[in-house]
Every structure is written in structure tokens, then in C-alpha cells.
């Protein structure tokens, strides 16, 4: 299976799950959030686009983005 272009860089990545107690964290384990997060924040866009669609805005807001976070 073909890899995704990260668009969430895999350092920063490491760094969170550092900062979350990890005392160390593969490149594997880096990418693997990586890609998770991705994937959870596509389904949040695409739900804040039909939300924002429906109330008639081509524009994204914050209520948008938070209003997507609940259906996850």
C-alpha cells in the first residue's frame, strides 16, 4: 500500500507523545501518529465543510471545527 504525503511532520509528532510521558519514541511509532491524526483531522474537515455548507458559509469557523470534533 502506497504511503500518504504527510502533511503532519513526524518530529513534532515524537515531541508530543514526549511530552504526553514516552520516555522514547520510534520513527515507526512518530509515523504511525502521524498518520492517525491525519486521517481523524480529514474526517473532522469534511464534516466542518458540510456544517458550514448547511448554514449556508463557504468559510470554515471555529464552531465548525468543534461542532465535527463531537461526531469522532
Avoid: C, Q, Y
Avoid at 504511503?3 to 509528532?13: D, G, N, Q, Y
Avoid at 520510534?26 to 483531522?41: F, H, N, R, V, W
Amino acid at each position: 500500500m502506497p504511503r500518504k504525503r504527510l502533511l503532519i511532520s513526524v518530529a513534532p509528532m515524537a515531541e508530543l507523545m514526549k511530552r504526553a510521558g514516552a520516555e522514547r519514541v520510534s520513527d515507526e511509532a512518530a509515523l504511525a501518529l502521524s498518520e492517525t491524526l491525519m486521517d481523524i483531522g480529514m474526517e473532522i474537515a469534511k464534516d466542518a465543510i458540510k456544517f458550514a455548507h448547511h448554514a449556508g458559509r463557504k468559510t470554515i469557523k471555529r464552531s465548525d471545527i468543534e461542532l465535527a470534533k463531537k461526531n469522532i
